[in-house]
């Protein structure tokens, strides 16, 4: 019927038809599987039900992945990165294999689900020879499915998928599968490149034989049961744990929140910083090593076993480990406790909507209690939970004109100022950078000449997208930058006598002006919008600061100080450097071998009519990822 409408476009059918079939189908499976799953528990008992569950998972997900770790490793004795920690797990028969990340956050993602059916229950008896063993599994099954069908509707409406049929069946994924894939390999590169500069600087102090200093007074060092009720017990850290929470600081001084890390998130809490809610979860994380659970203890069948398995600890008793461990007053131990804290009993729209990676801890009803949610708490990104933290408290995912974020932007100028300076190549025949203004409100936010081409550049500061609503604001934002660049360098075009008194007395007879989209993490980096191309900071100082970068390091853990590292080779000349921007930025060495190791592989969603939804996801091959390694051939 749809079809015969011949004032509907493809995509206004494609979205009326995934809107029935996805609609559809959550609605007939919340009545056939998940409605009534919970019928015998109050709402109180089913989030922590749901976190129990969730710990179970967690608890298992991570010890099968350290078994995969050390089974690759013992084969050559070699750790790969992502090409080592992102193969796949066989969870069992009935669960297709899945990389342990995928699989954690899928479990984590879930959770609200969870929340939403408790909420239907509010009143209901609190009995307790329920069957949660067989209840866990249905609603694992459910909830991750209902998760799914929603992700479809969400990737169909937003990104935009496309759906086709095939035979009885239904496929939903991209119309590219390569341009889509970089959303992952963006996400991947930024990870990988701030995990190795902390994995070498943790290793060039074992080289160096002086312990780091810690950055907490004292942490977890285990834990006591009193009353029924498990307890932090406090002391100095181990160098283990000092590593940790040295790692995670250091991985965002060098990621670009950097800058971010000491603003406050709270004008009631000016101390409330992300850099002191790192250290609050480096502590807590300290504590949750001691409440995990261990592999022969993580099956529930009782009550008792969900109170276990939640991880519960007084609200006030982790006030106060929180407040002496960092030195903090009480006060202020509370409203890190309540940042990070997710409200079950609350709005479940934020949950929903921003997930429970930056606040994983569940509290019950009357806030006396917090949950820990181990796969959010020990495996979330400590990037993305600044990224939301910061969302937060700005309401936008554009930093570019707070306050923060025009200090990025000098920071940009002063770093490519310092690239160029260095450069025994460029720094001859280049100008320094300069802010223009071109009119009231508008500002070419870097120009540059590097020989007889004019860089435009426009510098953003953006949060990283995760969600496929954030992706289309996100590409939008990037091409109305794109559109200002080019604006603006077809302004300088129009009339050369201004070049002269912006770039410091530079003549050129011919100027070739270049336009650039500058981002502040690689999402979008490499993409063209019209003549002009996004490139990321990190490449673009790297490519500004000489003909050569290191692209590979080798790590010889058994032996603190010994590395190896591979060197490419951009360009040998200043014309060479000068007439490869920006076609180079477009092809993108640090980004290739991410891209060229991604593959599309399809996840089946069962329909309640008996055939399925192929649902399409990008994911790294660990073997290509490996073979596209540069060769690393002497270790120091």
Known sequence: ?????TRLTTRDITIATTALIVGTNISLLRQKIIDGLFDELSEAQIVSFAVADANRAFSILREKNFEMIERTG???GVFHGPGTTLRKLNLGPSTAPTTAEDMNTTVVDTIPHWFAQARKQSGAPDHSNYNFNLAGARAQWGMSLEHALTDVWQQVLWEPWVLSSEQADWKVGPPDQRSHSLWRAWALRDQVNLVQRTMLSRHDEEALGKPPAPLVRQTATGIETMEERM???????TLWQTKGHLSAIELLDRSYLGPFLDQALSPNNPGMTPRLLTLVLGVLQDLAEFALPERADVEYRSQADIDRLRCAFAAADLKSFISRALEIDEALASACLTQLTSDAFGPLNPLFRDGLWHRPLISNQD???LYMLLGSLLWGAPVRRVERWLKGAEQDADLSETPTGKAHEISVRERIQSALRSNPLLSEVSSDVTLVSVKEGEDIDALVRIGKTILVMEVKCFLAPAEPVERHNYVHKLESACEQ???KAQWLSEDHSRIPAMLRRTALEAPRFVPLVVVNQSSGSSCRFGSTV????HFLVLYLSGGSYVSAAALDFKNPGRTGFATRVLYQTAKEGENAIPDLFESHPGLANFVDAMIWETREL????????LMYSSLLDPDRYIAGLPAVHTLE
């Open 1 to 5: 019927m749809l079809d015969d409408d």
């Open 74 to 76: 013992a084969v050559g």
């Open 231 to 237: 307890r932090p017990l406090l002391g100095d850290p």
């Open 367 to 369: 806030g006396t209690e």
């Open 485 to 487: 660049a080019r604006r």
């Open 534 to 537: 996004v490139i990321d900071e």
């Open 606 to 613: 069962p329909l309640h009519g008996g055939n399925k939804i």
